[in-house]
């Protein structure tokens, strides 16, 4: 069974500081989607970030980058020179594409708190 | 391009009362999803509509909660009647189809009491 653990539930930094949040997963196939969202107070979920499990080059945009590595089973999110927007909840999420498409599986998410 | 719409952002209702939600996807997306989500937890899926068919509602608790999604685009979820333990946010998203990236709503927090 497929299953996501962001062992973090929350974490605190000062403003400009560099911050990684981890996300480990477990999954039998070998076709399969990782995803990242933010939920900011305002509470929708907002799409960062999706990656095919054929496709291990890390990925940045802007002050985000991520870090693939099936050896470990772990998609970490690292976002350089932290603002105070950036505040939220980040959720890891998985699906598994190999055997007719499952749902998206999430983690319990990461509260990160980005401090003026 | 508009997003995901919800409707109502909030609800406070009492225990026994029925309650419904109503979704309206992006325009073009075929795959529908409604999912919960408690406190300090992800999201879990509710029920996945291909178009108007209902293709995963093994997560519904079938003897409270009803889901339709007439003509393929907009999607009610109904609860009746509402319990104490259903107070939680719930989330809608949509996607082109389910092998694609979906997008969610603003959710519909809501309160039983």
């Known amino acids: 069974a497929q299953k996501v653990t962001q062992a973090q539930t929350e974490i605190s930094v000062v403003e400009k500081e560099d911050v990684t949040l981890d996300c480990v997963y477990e999954t039998r196939d070998t076709t399969y989607y990782l995803f990242w969202y933010k939920q900011p107070p305002s509470g929708e979920l907002v799409f960062l970030i999706r990656?095919?499990?054929?496709?291990?080059q890390n990925e940045i945009s802007g002050r985000y980058s991520w870090n693939f590595q099936k050896s470990t089973s772990s998609f970490n999110f690292t976002i350089t020179a932290s603002q105070v927007v950036d505040s939220a909840v980040y959720f890891c999420a998985l699906s598994e594409a190999g055997s007719g498409n499952t749902p998206l599986v999430f983690g319990k998410g990461t509260r990160l708190s980005v401090i003026a | 391009e508009a997003g995901v719409v919800q409707s109502p952002r909030y609800k406070i209702i009492e225990k026994k009362q029925p309650v419904a939600f109503w979704c309206n996807p992006i325009s073009g997306h075929n795959t529908l999803y409604w999912y919960l989500q408690n406190l300090g937890q992800g999201p879990e899926l509710l029920i996945r509509?291909?178009?108007?068919?209902?293709?995963?509602d093994s997560q519904l608790p079938k003897d409270r909660f009803s889901a339709e999604r007439l003509k393929g685009v907009d999607s009610t979820l109904k609860i009746q009647p509402a319990e104490l333990g259903d107070s939680a946010v719930y989330l809608c998203?949509?996607?082109?189809?389910?092998?694609?990236?979906?997008?969610f709503g603003p959710g519909t927090r809501l309160l039983v009491l």
């Open positions: 998203a949509s996607s082109l189809d389910s092998q694609e990236t979906q997008y």
């Open positions: 509509y291909e178009n108007e068919e209902a293709v995963d």
């Open positions: 990656r095919n499990s054929f496709d291990e």
